[in-house]
């Protein structure tokens, strides 16, 4: 196994000033030391995850980091920098900035070794002698763990405070101590983040390290890429408080149930674990029961940055679009298969196919009628599903598998009703809410065991039937056949308008909250297809690919503006775009987003526009280009995409244009070290 780092890969006097130009100037060390194979592809991964979340962290650290199809074995270089580099961390600058790569395979044991370093950073000594260092050979052996030789003197004095500590422990042992007698307060904590190399494992010692400061006993899961072992149900039975530090979907949630539980982002656990400690304290004191834990803190429950922002002090309309989104992601897939069979029945048969005899009684080898009324058979039947599975997993998201049964059978009420998808919505949040509310009612021990495999669902399931035949169903049918009427009816300007307001949602955050919130108004309309709700399909997708074809293009027609690395980004925007893949422009929207975001918003409003104007009709939910076939009105189509995609490109490069310098001329040299400067 080669050194995770050597003397090579360490620059004590690090000149950057920009954590971008840091990145690449230890990429560059990594180049020379061939671990990494390609710089500018490498570096593009290290920004994408810097664009997840700052990795700067308290006490002058900052750790960028990726995994990368680039590097061809696990790396670290370090750098020291005198003025400091911004990586984010509330405190300031960092000083001793690691970059760590790994392979995008990386095998357990390379980072079991990564993780170790992360561990490290959290001792005051470490980072004491890393600031000390001056010889890049020790602090590459002192960053591998290899303690350089002591002098007899430092033997000595070493050996004497062992001396002391151990005859303190012996008197300690001896007499007793009240501290002893009583047992210390324990809690579990679960630690992850999106990549699972560093933070993970920092979070974890952290954690670790204050509860022995505050004699509690803290026991860590550490879910990263270095391996998940869970932590022993005897631990977690007799833990009195839990805490999760995580930025993605803590697995299996269900067993932590029923104690208090901290929630919050993974750099919560790192910067501020003593807080964490305390509060759990507190809610452990106050009897605060966790009955159902929350979703995801990745999918829009957290802020990320641990400021307390987990799911139990998320903002509703936070947590409200988080459990929305839960269902909609399942959801899709039963949209995506059912809606591209119909459309290939479509295609193969006329619309007329619809309406034929099932194929369970009809059916002929050599027909291609046949063929095309069993592909409509079988997407009708995936469509069946949609306001179910919806209500199923908003639910689900809400309350854990306890809800999934009432949320699937308010979701089938919904539809014997006519309240379509505004009905599995609201099926969907009624079997949630009622499923928390039944958790919360104390129960005795031995009815824990059936209560969420008997006595909820059964509860449940009644209740939100009730409501959904008697109470509010009608009323939602009601309200569901006027949204279709004014789906149906729309023309003229309204029309355009809808398409403008879906254009500038689907382009502002770029698969963000309100790219999804505009994605699933217009998958919602599939569920009952009508001519208006396959308008707004067609119009959400045009205008969700019109972001990554103009960085695409402007990167083509002005390559000057860009970098090496965007000009890369670009040729894959291309393909990214086609496919209505709108996250191919989070690049370019991240390094530029004043210039880059109000122009590919501008283009998607003219394309949304444009495709609603032409009445473009479109039953599939993905696809791009490849699915015109089977787009109403496909030619009109094609020419808003154009139309939006030349609006977005031109505004982008008149925007960059206005500037005085190139991106090379601002700092980010080209590969032969030039700077060219460029009149605006």
Same mark, same amino acid.
């Given at each position: 196994?080669?050194?995770?780092?050597?003397?090579?890969?360490?620059?004590?006097?690090?000149?950057?000033?920009?954590?971008?130009?840091?990145?690449?100037?230890?990429?560059?060390?990594?180049?020379?030391?061939?671990?990494?194979?390609?710089?500018?592809?490498?570096?593009?991964?290290?920004?994408?995850?810097?664009?997840?979340?700052?990795?700067?962290?308290?006490?002058?650290?900052?750790?960028?980091?990726?995994?990368?199809?680039?590097?061809?074995?696990?790396?670290?270089?370090?750098?020291?920098?005198?003025?400091?580099?911004?990586?984010?961390?509330?405190?300031?600058?960092?000083?001793?900035?690691?970059?760590?790569?790994?392979?995008?395979?990386?095998?357990?044991?390379?980072?079991?070794?990564?993780?170790?370093?992360?561990?490290?950073?959290?001792?005051?000594?470490?980072?004491?002698?890393?600031?000390?260092?001056?010889?890049?050979?020790?602090?590459?052996?002192?960053?591998?763990?290899?303690?350089?030789?002591?002098?007899?003197?430092?033997?000595?004095?070493?050996?004497?405070?062992?001396?002391?500590?151990?005859?303190?422990?012996?008197?300690?042992?001896?007499?007793?101590?009240?501290?002893?007698?009583?047992?210390?307060?324990?809690?579990?904590?679960?630690?992850?983040?999106?990549?699972?190399?560093?933070?993970?494992?920092?979070?974890?010692?952290?954690?670790?390290?204050?509860?022995?400061?505050?004699?509690?006993?803290?026991?860590?899961?550490?879910?990263?890429?270095?391996?998940?072992?869970?932590?022993?149900?005897?631990?977690?039975?007799?833990?009195?408080?839990?805490?999760?530090?995580?930025?993605?979907?803590?697995?299996?949630?269900?067993?932590?149930?029923?104690?208090?539980?901290?929630?919050?982002?993974?750099?919560?656990?790192?910067?501020?674990?003593?807080?964490?400690?305390?509060?759990?304290?507190?809610?452990?004191?106050?009897?605060?029961?966790?009955?159902?834990?929350?979703?995801?803190?990745?999918?829009?429950?957290?802020?990320?940055?641990?400021?307390?922002?987990?799911?139990?002090?998320?903002?509703?309309?936070?947590?409200?679009?988080?459990?929305?989104?839960?269902?909609?992601?399942?959801?899709?897939?039963?949209?995506?298969?059912?809606?591209?069979?119909?459309?290939?029945?479509?295609?193969?048969?006329?619309?007329?196919?619809?309406?034929?005899?099932?194929?369970?009684?009809?059916?002929?080898?050599?027909?291609?009628?046949?063929?095309?009324?069993?592909?409509?058979?079988?997407?009708?039947?995936?469509?069946?599903?949609?306001?179910?599975?919806?209500?199923?997993?908003?639910?689900?998201?809400?309350?854990?598998?306890?809800?999934?049964?009432?949320?699937?059978?308010?979701?089938?009420?919904?539809?014997?009703?006519?309240? %379509?998808?505004?009905?599995?919505?609201?099926?969907? $949040?009624?079997?949630? &809410?009622? @499923? =928390? #509310?039944?958790?919360? !009612? /104390?129960?005795?021990?031995?009815?824990?065991?059936?209560?969420?495999?008997?006595?909820?669902?059964?509860?449940?399931?009644?209740?939100?039937?009730?409501?959904?035949?008697?109470?509010?169903?009608?009323?939602?049918?009601?309200?569901?056949?006027?949204?279709?009427?004014?789906?149906?009816?729309?023309?003229?300007?309204?029309?355009?308008?809808?398409?403008?307001?879906?254009?500038?949602?689907?382009?502002?955050?770029?698969?963000?909250?309100?790219?999804?919130?505009?994605?699933?108004?217009?998958?919602? %309309?599939?569920?009952?297809?009508?001519?208006?709700? $396959?308008?707004?399909? &067609?119009? @959400? =997708? #045009?205008?969700?690919? !019109? /972001?990554?074809?103009?960085?695409?293009?402007?990167?083509?027609?002005?390559?000057?503006?860009?970098?090496?690395?965007?000009?890369?980004?670009?040729?894959?925007?291309?393909?990214?775009?086609?496919?209505?893949?709108?996250?191919?422009?989070?690049?370019?929207?991240?390094?530029?987003?004043?210039?880059?975001?109000?122009?590919?918003?501008?283009?998607?409003?003219?394309?949304?526009?444009?495709?609603?104007?032409?009445?473009?009709?479109?039953?599939?939910?993905?696809?791009?280009?490849?699915?015109?076939?089977?787009?109403?009105?496909?030619?009109?189509?094609? $020419?808003?995409?154009? &139309?939006?995609?030349?609006?977005?490109?031109?505004?982008?490069?008149?925007?960059?244009?206005?500037?005085?310098?190139?991106?090379?001329?601002?700092?980010?040299?080209?590969?032969?070290?030039?700077?060219?400067?460029?009149?605006?």
């Amino acid at each position: 196994m080669s050194e995770l780092i050597t003397a090579e890969l360490v620059d004590l006097d690090l000149s950057a000033t920009t954590k971008d130009a840091a990145a690449r100037s230890l990429a560059e060390r990594m180049v020379a030391a061939h671990r990494v194979t390609d710089l500018d592809g490498f570096l593009a991964d290290v920004a994408a995850r810097e664009a997840q979340m700052p990795t700067g962290l308290d006490g002058g650290i900052g750790i960028p980091h990726c995994r990368s199809e680039h590097v061809n074995a696990p790396t670290l270089a370090f750098g020291r920098s005198g003025a400091g580099i911004d990586f984010g961390a509330a405190d300031g600058p960092a000083d001793l900035i690691f970059l760590i790569a790994a392979p995008a395979g990386a095998d357990d044991d390379h980072l079991t070794i990564l993780s170790g370093l992360a561990r490290r950073l959290m001792d005051p000594e470490f980072t004491a002698a890393l600031r000390a260092g001056t010889d890049p050979r020790a602090v590459a052996a002192l960053i591998r763990g290899e303690e350089p030789p002591k002098e007899p003197e430092q033997e000595r004095v070493e050996a004497g405070n062992q001396e002391q500590q151990q005859a303190e422990t012996e008197s300690e042992t001896a007499g007793g101590t009240e501290a002893a007698e009583s047992a210390p307060f324990r809690i579990v904590a679960v630690t992850s983040c999106p990549t699972g190399i560093a933070h993970t494992y920092m979070a974890a010692e952290s954690l670790a390290a204050a509860g022995r400061a505050e004699g509690v006993e803290v026991t860590v899961e550490t879910q990263g890429s270095a391996g998940f072992k869970k932590l022993d149900p005897a631990v977690v039975a007799a833990a009195d408080a839990v805490i999760w530090a995580h930025d993605v979907e803590v697995r299996e949630k269900a067993r932590f149930r029923g104690k208090p539980l901290v929630d919050v982002g993974v750099k919560a656990g790192i910067n501020r674990p003593a807080e964490l400690i305390a509060e759990a304290r507190r809610k452990a004191e106050r009897g605060e029961i966790a009955t159902a834990p929350d979703t995801d803190k990745a999918s829009g429950s957290g802020d990320g940055d641990g400021s307390g922002s987990g799911a139990d002090h998320a903002h509703f309309g936070v947590r409200l679009r988080t459990y929305l989104m839960s269902g909609v992601s399942y959801m899709v897939p039963f949209v995506a298969a059912g809606g591209l069979l119909i459309a290939l029945s479509f295609a193969i048969g006329g619309y007329e196919i619809a309406s034929a005899k099932s194929v369970a009684d009809h059916f002929v080898w050599g027909e291609a009628d046949s063929w095309a009324a069993l592909l409509n058979q079988i997407g009708s039947a995936a469509f069946g599903f949609l306001v179910p599975v919806l209500a199923g997993y908003i639910a689900y998201g809400m309350a854990d598998r306890p809800a999934l049964v009432p949320g699937f059978v308010g979701g089938a009420i919904a539809l014997t009703v006519n309240a %379509g998808f505004l009905g599995g919505l609201v099926a969907g $949040l009624l079997a949630g &809410a009622v @499923v =928390m #509310a039944i958790q919360r !009612v /104390p129960v005795h021990a031995t009815l824990r065991g059936i209560m969420p495999v008997l006595v909820i669902p059964l509860i449940a399931s009644a209740v939100v039937g009730f409501l959904m035949f008697i109470v509010v169903g009608k009323p939602i049918a009601s309200l569901q056949n006027a949204l279709t009427d004014w789906l149906n009816g729309l023309s003229g300007s309204n029309a355009v308008i809808l398409g403008v307001v879906l254009g500038l949602m689907m382009c502002f955050d770029m698969g963000g909250p309100l790219n999804k919130v505009a994605y699933a108004f217009a998958v919602g %309309g599939l569920a009952d297809p009508t001519p208006g709700s $396959l308008k707004v399909m &067609a119009a @959400v =997708m #045009a205008a969700g690919m !019109v /972001p990554p074809l103009a960085m695409a293009l402007a990167t083509t027609v002005r390559k000057r503006l860009f970098t090496k690395t965007e000009r890369e980004n670009g040729r894959a925007a291309w393909v990214l775009g086609a496919s209505f893949i709108t996250e191919g422009a989070i690049p370019f929207a991240a390094a530029d987003p004043l210039r880059v975001i109000p122009s590919v918003m501008a283009g998607g409003a003219v394309t949304g526009a444009l495709s609603m104007a032409f009445g473009a009709t479109l039953r599939a939910p993905h696809g791009g280009v490849f699915v015109v076939p089977l787009i109403g009105e496909p030619f009109l189509y094609l $020419l808003a995409i154009a &139309a939006g995609t030349l609006v977005a490109t031109a505004l982008v490069v008149l925007l960059k244009g206005a500037r005085r310098t190139t991106p090379e001329a601002a700092g980010d040299a080209g590969a032969d070290g030039s700077r060219v400067t460029v009149a605006a």
